[in-house]
């Protein structure tokens, strides 16, 4: 059995010190696994974001053990966080965070671009992944021009540039329509079950719960539910 992407075991994150610290995450433990699609949903203030930032080495917890890619992360200083974020993890977020000033082609090569890959080859590397999320014909379009839906496929081929083990989505549909979500939902799904990357959404978008193989539920910084499914065709 191989190891998971990420395991997290009684992780508590602290915000502050002293009498006004808040705790946002209470002794969370789980397993991210390659390809699967996990879900983590909750209200606003349950935790569910501190733990992705938790999982995406944005931030190091408070206590507990956090494993990514089979390395003890808990305690590592800010750069070794930085290395591994930047050669392991992709990110996705709900405002797609696409400059707009920049043709999609042009916005995945940035990623290219800050890895030093040289402006022809990340031309070719950022068409190459735009045509793999069904976007070839639209990679010379300024995001302006594109539907929020071909915005967020943009962010994801983004995401993708520099080959990541975990894709990590903050909301990723929430500010789509559902024939959007669910052509981005799929797109998820493809890097999880096709190419065995792990795929972590922190959603409240019910609508995609039916597409996803996992979710957790965070309260008050607790995970008070796990379940596992397989996932099914969501109704339009």
């Given at each position: 059995m191989t190891e998971p992407v990420a395991t997290a075991r009684e992780v508590r994150f602290r915000y502050g010190e002293g009498p006004t610290a808040v705790e946002a995450l209470r002794g969370v433990s789980l397993d991210v696994e390659a390809g699967e699609v996990l879900m983590i949903r909750g209200p606003s203030g349950s935790g569910k974001t501190t733990l992705l930032q938790l999982?995406?080495?944005?931030?190091?917890?408070?206590?507990?053990?956090?494993?990514?890619?089979?390395?003890?992360?808990?305690?590592?200083?800010?750069?070794?966080?930085?290395?591994?974020?930047?050669?392991?993890?992709?990110?996705?977020?709900?405002?797609?965070?696409?400059?707009?000033?920049?043709?999609?082609?042009?916005?995945?090569?940035?990623?290219?671009?800050?890895?030093?890959?040289?402006?022809?080859?990340?031309?070719?590397?950022?068409?190459?992944?735009?045509?793999?999320?069904?976007?070839?014909?639209?990679?010379?379009?300024?995001?302006?021009?594109?539907?929020?839906?071909?915005?967020?496929?943009?962010?994801?081929?983004?995401?993708?540039?520099?080959?990541?083990?975990?894709?990590?989505?903050?909301?990723?549909?929430?500010?789509?329509?559902?024939?959007?979500?669910?052509?981005v939902t799929d797109c998820l799904r493809s890097l999880a079950h096709d190419q065995g990357r792990a795929v972590v959404i922190v959603s409240h978008d019910a609508r995609i719960e039916p597409l996803v193989d996992r979710i957790v539920t965070i309260e008050d910084g607790l995970m008070i539910d796990h379940s596992q499914h397989t996932p099914q065709e969501a109704r339009p």
């Open positions: 999982l995406g080495a944005l931030k190091a917890p408070s206590d507990g053990a956090l494993t990514l890619f089979g390395t003890r992360v808990d305690g590592l200083p800010a750069a070794a966080l930085r290395a591994i974020r930047v050669r392991r993890i992709g990110f996705v977020f709900q405002s797609y965070n696409l400059f707009p000033t920049l043709r999609a082609w042009e916005n995945v090569a940035v990623s290219l671009d800050l890895q030093g890959v040289p402006r022809a080859a990340a031309q070719v590397q950022a068409r190459r992944l735009l045509a793999d999320l069904g976007l070839a014909e639209r990679a010379d379009f300024y995001p302006a021009k594109l539907s929020g839906g071909q915005r967020q496929r943009v962010a994801i081929a983004r995401a993708l540039a520099h080959d990541p083990t975990l894709i990590l989505c903050d909301e990723p549909t929430a500010a789509l329509d559902w024939t959007s979500g669910r052509m």
